[in-house]
């Protein structure tokens, strides 16, 4: 009987034991799986990562940001310089209308020039200068004095009016347009004409010289020789210039008059 009590009595301790060993292997399945499986279910269901790019992002502005580039404006104050236009100029047979000047009358400015001898009373204009390129001269640029387009003398607006000491330079065509210096290669040293101003005041000049220049085909030197009698002057004259001779225009008439007495009407 005592045997069958310690029978029974080993047989709760055994069960006994048996039940604590499952209660520990289900509290340590337990942990496990608090601790450990959470950490499983995410690493698997994370994406593989991509490998870290070698280079610099920039960071991508937002498209609510507007950048506004503002750039000083830059304002110079320039002189205004007037450039003159620059057209071709034609040949002596058809040279075209030498635009009036738009400058105001000069003192002693010529307005009319009297040439008893020929039969001339023709008005006089203020002219300029004129740019042209030459195929002939290569690109070099040159200047050339515009011809009234009409029966009138043209005075070169940069010589010396009348009554005063310098070269008052005029001229005109012969063969064209008016023809106002046709018969001019019949004056000679000695006879008259007669200058009148902007108020009507007449200036009276004899001739001294009378000169027949080469001009077409010759050299730059001869050409330059040439142009010395359109040039400023120390003494009060008047230098008339136009082509030569009538049927062409290969030479240069030149006229100069020297002053005898002002006379006033």
């Given at each position: 009987m005592a045997r069958n009590r310690r029978n029974r009595q080993t047989a709760w301790l055994g069960w006994l034991l048996m039940g604590l060993g499952v209660l520990v292997l289900g509290g340590t399945a337990v942990f496990w799986l608090a601790t450990r499986l959470p950490d499983r279910i995410a690493i698997a269901q994370?994406?593989?990562?991509?490998?870290a790019p070698t280079t610099a992002v920039l960071a991508e502005v937002p498209p609510t940001t507007?950048?506004?580039?503002?750039?000083?404006?830059i304002v110079a104050t320039l002189p205004v310089i007037a450039t003159p236009e620059l057209r071709e100029l034609p040949s002596e047979a058809s040279m075209a209308e030498a635009p009036t000047s738009m400058r105001q009358l000069t003192d002693g400015q010529p307005q009319r020039l009297v040439i008893p001898k020929l039969g001339v009373d023709a008005p006089v204009r203020d002219v300029g200068l004129s740019a042209i390129y030459d195929p002939t001269q290569g690109s070099d640029l040159f200047y050339q004095w515009?011809?009234?387009?009409?029966y009138a003398a043209g005075w070169h607006h940069n010589s010396a009016?009348?009554?005063r000491a310098g070269n008052t330079v005029l001229n005109g065509h012969q063969n064209v347009y008016g023809e106002v210096f046709r018969d001019?290669?019949?004056l000679a040293v000695g006879d008259g004409l007669i200058l009148y101003d902007e108020d009507g005041r007449s200036h009276l000049y004899q001739i001294t010289n009378r000169e027949i220049l080469p001009e077409r085909g010759q050299s730059e030197a001869v050409r330059l020789e040439n142009a010395r009698w359109i040039a400023p002057t120390m003494d009060e004259r008047v230098t008339i210039v136009t082509c030569w001779p009538y049927t062409d225009n290969s030479h240069r008439l030149v006229i100069v008059a020297k002053p005898v007495r002002?006379?006033?009407n």
């Open positions: 994370l994406p593989t990562p991509n490998p507007n950048f506004v580039l503002v750039t000083p404006e515009q011809v009234p387009a009409n009016p009348l009554g001019l290669e019949d002002t006379m006033s």
